[in-house]
């Protein structure tokens, strides 16, 4: 086995899919690494055809191209902590899961993508109650925004949704985006309690790829402070210059990258 490493840079892998604008997915996992100082590997779990508007189509990616992807990657490079978006089938989830099992344990963050910003589901009921009881609970952290989490849970309120994934061994749940009087509120529970909140003004934007943006940041964060507190506050600040300085291209917003 060759260790390839960069002394200056950590490695992180993202496992999602790949956006043809740009606006979110791997691309914006790499841009968000490379403002930390890392080097972003990826394994694309599917190909779409999607635009400012929606998502049209998914085209899943070969499950053994997938799977050969992942071990080539683990053995080749010193991974320091996963990022997991976009899944769209039970085979890559499986798949994605069994690999987890069998690396060393390391910070891994999953944004559990259920629908495209634009529109257009990533999941169908069988997928999700499948990443639910095999692929979430070994997340550090899960990181749904409200949509997501009443999606996942089937339920409105956000305390019983929390519960809800307890009970399925998912015990760090940071919710986001709750829009509540012109502010968004983040929340983070850590065994169904509620041990961090921040609240942030709201944008009148509609942006692609915040939650991609937020939880790779959360990551790469997490990899330097070993403090998921800390590091949920770090990543809201990161994420929140950003968007404000977000550029409009025509078609949609982007976060801007720009420092």
Known sequence: MTLISMSQKKFIL??????????????????????????????????????????????????KLFKKNLKNLNNNFEISGIKIGALSSTKIIETTANFLSKIKQIPLIIDPIVSAGGGGNFLNKKDKDFALQNLYPLATLLTPNIYELNALSGLRNEDDSVKKLLDLGINKIYVTGQDVKKEIINRLYIDGKLEF????????????????????????????????????????????KRLKNSIYTGYQEFINFKK
Request: charged content about 20%.
């Open 14 to 63: 993202s496992i999602a899919g790949h956006d043809p604008t740009n606006a979110a997915g791997t691309s914006i996992d790499l841009l968000v690494a490379n403002e930390f100082n890392m080097h972003c590997l990826s394994a694309i779990s599917n190909l779409t055809v999607q635009d400012a508007k929606k998502l049209h189509k998914i085209e899943e990616l070969n499950a």
């Open 197 to 240: 909140e921040v609240k942030t003004t709201k944008i009148n934007k509609k942006i692609r790829g915040t939650g991609c943006a937020l939880s790779t940041s959360i990551l790469c964060s997490l990899i330097k402070t070993n403090n998921l507190i800390e590091s949920c506050s770090k990543a809201n600040k990161f994420l929140e």
